[in-house]
């Protein structure tokens, strides 16, 4: 069960600076840089956001070095984001779910998928023994 809580208050953390960055990137960056350089300003953002998020939640959470309960807590994470994604897709972008879809095969939504890897992959990429 900890590691589902965990997982999602990860994802509910980084999805909400997420959703403060996209909004910013779309608005701001995007008319002038176009999507791709946008969102590649974007996600070092989002993971040094992740890398805090997972680093306070693994601490509050797990208190072994075991990594299967990190991990779980990233799929978990990983999950819920793209099950929000999803969701979002019609009512922010205008997509159907098959056009959400085929956005992973743009370098916009390659990038994007990478840093969702990432993301997911966090908590289990801490040190063993977090200071």
């Known amino acids: 069960m900890q590691v589902i809580k965990a997982g999602v208050i990860y994802f509910a953390i980084v999805y909400l600076v997420g959703f403060v960055l996209g909004s910013l990137r779309t608005f701001l960056l995007e008319p002038s840089l176009g999507i791709v350089v946008a969102t590649l300003i974007e996600g070092p953002l989002i993971l040094v956001a992740s890398f ?15 990594s299967a309960p990190r991990l779980g807590m990233g799929l978990v994470a990983l999950s819920s984001l793209l099950a929000a994604e999803a969701a979002m897709a019609a009512p922010v972008r205008g997509w ?36």
């Open 96 to 131: 159907t779910f098959a056009e959400w879809l085929a956005h992973f095969s743009t370098a916009e939504g390659l990038i994007s998928f990478c840093l969702f890897l990432i993301f997911a992959a966090m908590p289990a990429l801490l040190p063993r023994r977090l200071p």
């Open 52 to 66: 805090f998020a997972a680093r306070d939640l693994v601490r509050r959470f797990f208190n072994d070095t075991d």
